[in-house]
């Protein structure tokens, strides 16, 4: 049985004997492993593939299921600040700290390690204000979402979240050469319809909040929240295509922990006054830190198999099991719309890849030819090439063909 390529940090071959270093300090394609993407892509790519080809690929339902998964973990963690509100506690920068804490104890120890000192050291003198901002955008969405959340309605807190998506096409399309198909365009639309059954269902129930104690400002706090999401989200999946998700996420951590740190200290003063402090508590942010702790782990992936776009589409799904849950939680009722809400998302998400290339949005248009710029990790499509072209043995078929 053919071995799988083995790869290191940043995309390069086990069976390489060179390897190249940009003038940025990153390591890039050996000449063996740029023929054997090449090969791997190409065969993939002339593939007799049908407009539904793409659904019957065990990438497509890994996204599905890893969307459905963030939207419980986005759920959970929005029911565990529920729990905090009602015991008036609100300390949105102090709570989600933990979170970041927690990233920067499982995955730094893990990147030093992969690394070394020296290695990361270079990678933080060279690349680490760019993890500041993403942590920074990151930490502020978090932050100004919260926000919102307290001045406005629910209604209108979920409405703006739809900016995020738009924000995401936007800065894709400009900024990552994104192209999107129409039935990729119809797919979004279909999916933010199934959002808008949903929020109909809520404001006939009576279940949107009612008035907000200052509409006007949380609905600014909720749109730039949202905007920091887009951008955070695009600027992620940027990420995590060249590095890997490790790094990134060590980074994230890392940086997240300082920043929120500060906020918490000048913002949530307040908030820690008036706070409850008892067993639990310290068993909603516990479970809180673990639904974020997830969720951030699981991101990068889906980023890389899916894209930034398919992403928050998926999240729309968490206002379903938000019900779910709060019929055993909260004493929630069903809707009979909410079912046919949660049907229109997930047929929006098979409509976004129809027609399209077997490799979906894993194939990114900034990483260059044959994905050169990119890391070979999981769910990218650099390493199914690698594997394709090992299991075909293409990889030594194009070496004598350029020959």
């Known amino acids: 049985m053919a071995k799988a390529y083995g790869t290191d940090d940043y995309g390069t071959t086990a069976h390489a004997t060179t390897t190249r270093i940009s003038a940025d300090g990153n390591a890039t394609d050996t000449d063996s492993e740029s023929a054997a993407v090449a090969a791997g892509l190409k065969h993939l790519e002339n593939q007799d593939v049908k407009w539904y080809s793409y659904l019957l ?22 029911t565990f600040t529920s729990f905090l509100s009602s015991v008036n506690t609100i300390i949105p920068a102090f709570q989600t700290l933990f979170n970041y ?22 990678i933080l003198w060279r690349d680490g204000w760019k993890y500041f901002i993403l942590s920074f955008f990151d930490v502020q969405g978090n ?9 406005t309605n629910i209604l209108s807190a979920q409405l703006l979240n739809f900016w995020a998506i738009v924000c995401v096409v936007i800065l894709s ?28 269902s809520d404001h006939i129930n009576g279940t949107n909040g009612g008035n907000g104690k200052d509409m006007i400002k949380g609905d600014l706090f909720g749109l730039l929240g949202a905007t920091l999401y887009g951008i955070t989200n695009v600027y992620e999946e940027w990420f995590v295509s060249k590095r890997p998700m490790y790094e990134v996420l060590s980074f994230l951590g890392i940086f997240g922990v300082i920043i929120n740190g500060v906020q918490a200290s000048i913002f949530d003063r307040k908030g ?15 479970g809180y830190t673990f639904c974020l702790f997830i969720f951030y782990s699981l991101v990068p992936l ?21 019900v779910i849950i709060g019929t055993r939680v909260f004493g929630y009722t069903i809707h009979w719309m909410y079912p046919i809400a949660f049907v229109l998302i997930i047929s929006g998400m098979v409509v976004y890849f129809l027609a399209g290339t077997i490799l979906g949005d894993s194939k990114k248009p900034w990483l260059g030819d044959n994905q050169k710029d990119g890391v070979a990790g999981l769910g990218t499509a650099k390493l199914k090439a ?18």
């Open 302 to 322: 889906i980023l890389r198999m899916g894209s930034a776009a398919i992403f928050d589409v998926n999240l729309l799904t968490a206002n379903f099991w938000g």
């Open 57 to 78: 690929t065990v990438d497509f339902w890994a996204i599905i299921a890893l969307g459905q998964i963030l939207a419980l973990c986005i759920t959970g963690s929005n």
């Open 143 to 151: 932050y100004f979402t919260v926000l919102a959340y307290e001045y």
């Open 173 to 200: 399309f400009f900024l990552l050469k994104v192209r999107y198909r129409l039935v990729q365009i119809a797919g979004i639309l279909i999916c933010c319809g199934g959002m808008g059954v949903l929020l109909a």
């Open 272 to 286: 820690f006054a008036g706070a409850t402090w008892n067993g639990d508590v310290a068993g909603w942010l516990v």
């Open 101 to 122: 804490a927690l990233l920067t104890m499982v995955y730094l120890p893990y990147t030093i390690y992969k690394h070394g000192w020296a290695k990361y050291r270079s």
């Open 386 to 403: 690698l594997n394709e072209a090992r299991r075909k043995g293409l990889a030594r078929e194009e070496a004598a063909g350029e020959a």
